[in-house]
């Protein structure tokens, strides 16, 4: 069965410092990877999603991650934060058992941005 | 930009009382979801819906909870019973197709509150 481990239930950076927020996951087959972030009172927003090919993903408002089979994770890195990035993030793995395909998400990030 | 919509923002009930939550899914999508979220814990698949039948569900989604696509646009969840513990966040979901590596789109969700 597949999962997801997200490390760190809050991280805080200050404005202009890198921001890392790691996502490690569990998958017996080739695992199909995606950060989401949830805004205050809004819904889940796609930054970026891996599937095959590159395994270095880039996506919106500056974040990217890198599948690293290896070490089984899908970290999510921007290299200079900024306030509007405070929100919580997610890391997810599509999972199936009917052919249908689900989310399986991890506890989420909340990322707060200081000042 | 396509989104999905869900109606109301907020639903207070009693506990006992039904409850139907409603989605727009993107109008070319045929793949529908709802997800849940309880405060403070992960996001949690609950049923996935294609060709007016359920294609998945979760242990959650017990016979308290059922499905239906009225027409052409909405997608509902009904809540037969209300628990205390069913307070949460619902999301809506929908994909353009079942495929591990679609995107799904989210509703900005339903915050359910049971008293």
């Known amino acids: 069965a597949q999962s997801v481990t997200q490390l760190g239930s809050h991280v805080s950076v200050s404005e202009g410092a890198l921001v890392l927020l790691r996502c490690n996951y569990s998958s017996s087959v080739p695992p199909y990877l995606f950060w989401y972030v949830q805004y205050p009172n809004q819904g889940l927003q796609l930054l970026l999603k891996y599937t095959t090919g590159a395994t270095l993903v880039k996506g919106i408002n500056g974040f990217e991650a890198e599948f690293k089979k290896s070490e089984t994770s899908f970290h999510l890195t921007k290299p200079s934060a900024h306030m509007s990035d405070a929100a919580e993030y997610f890391c997810a793995v599509s999972a199936t058992t009917s052919g249908t395909y689900k989310y399986i998400f991890g506890t989420g990030t909340r990322l707060k941005v200081l000042a | 930009e396509p989104e999905v919509t869900q109606t109301p923002s907020h639903q207070v009930t009693q506990m006992g009382q039904e409850v139907i939550l409603r989605c727009v899914p993107i109008s070319n999508h045929l793949y529908f979801y709802w997800y849940r979220q309880i405060l403070g814990q992960k996001v949690e698949f609950l049923v996935s819906?294609?060709?007016?039948?359920?294609?998945?569900k979760s242990e959650i989604f017990d016979d308290q909870f059922s499905v239906e696509r009225p027409d052409g646009s909405n997608f509902t969840l009904k809540i037969r019973s209300t628990k205390l513990e069913d307070s949460a966040m619902y999301f809506c979901?929908?994909?353009?197709?079942?495929?591990?590596?679609?995107?799904?789109?989210f509703g900005p969700g339903t915050r359910l509150t049971v008293l």
């Open positions: 819906f294609y060709n007016n039948e359920i294609s998945e």
């Open positions: 979901a929908s994909s353009g197709s079942r495929a591990s590596t679609d995107t799904q789109y």
